[in-house]
Each structure stands twice: as structure tokens, then as C-alpha cells.
């Protein structure tokens, strides 16, 4: 089991920057991939951004150039430097955990969930 916490959410001008941070616990081997998914109002969840063990990173093209995934794999953390916040950027951001080697893009393929943090990006 991996239980998953997202920090930093708020509310941004167009143009500004936000740090989310994504805490995991329980399993801590670091054996899976963690992620970034969104969720604007009246739309279907979307990938953001993904990485694994740090060492692969994998980005939305949306969101690519402005947004920037890291992990810290000693304190089991993984963050997401937004930067250039668009008011399309406006969303819940959920964390999200995969089990396993790889990286995947699907909603249905990531394994554990935050609860989210809303993100508000006014123009």
C-alpha cells in the first residue's frame, strides 16, 4: 500500500509559478513510478507529468518547457515546479503512484491516489 498527500496548491496569476509536493508513504522501495495527473472542471482526468526513480522523466506537451517533475527518493517525495501558469492550467492536481517499472500516461494504469490540491490560475 502507498498512501499519497499533495501540498501547494492555491491560487496564481497568469504567468506565475507554484511548487506541488506529493508525500508517500507506507511503501517505501521506491519501487514504482509516481505522477502527476489533473483534473479541470467538467473535463476527464489527464495525464501531467511522470517519473521514475528519477531517472526517466515524462511530460504532457501541453505542459512541457513550464512544468518540471522531481523525486526524492530518500524522503519518498515527488514535486511539480509550474511555472508560466496558464489559465488553462486550472485544475485539482492529483499525485498518483504506479506500481512496477515503467511509466504509464493512463488514468486506469496508475495504482494509488491523492486526494488533490486545487490549483487556480486567474488571468
Known amino acids: 500500500q502507498v498512501q499519497l498527500v499533495e501540498s501547494g496548491g492555491g491560487l496564481v496569476q497568469a504567468g506565475g509559478s507554484l511548487r506541488l509536493s506529493c508525500a508517500a508513504s507506507?511503501?517505501?522501495?521506491?519501487?514504482?513510478?509516481m505522477g502527476w495527473f489533473r483534473q479541470a472542471p467538467g473535463k476527464e482526468r489527464e495525464f501531467v507529468a511522470a517519473?521514475?526513480?528519477?531517472?526517466?522523466?515524462y511530460y504532457a506537451d501541453s505542459v512541457k518547457g513550464r512544468f518540471a517533475i522531481s523525486r526524492d527518493n530518500a524522503k519518498n517525495t515527488v514535486a511539480l515546479q509550474m511555472n508560466s501558469l496558464k489559465p488553462e492550467d486550472t485544475a485539482v492536481y492529483y499525485c498518483?503512484?504506479?506500481?512496477?517499472?515503467?511509466?504509464?500516461?493512463?488514468?486506469?494504469?496508475?495504482?494509488?491516489w491523492g486526494k488533490g490540491t486545487l490549483v487556480t490560475v486567474s488571468s
Open positions: 507506507g511503501r517505501t522501495d521506491n519501487s514504482y513510478s
Open positions: 498518483a503512484a504506479k506500481l512496477g517499472p515503467g511509466i504509464t500516461t493512463r488514468v486506469d494504469g496508475m495504482d494509488y
Open positions: 517519473s521514475w526513480r528519477g531517472m526517466s522523466t
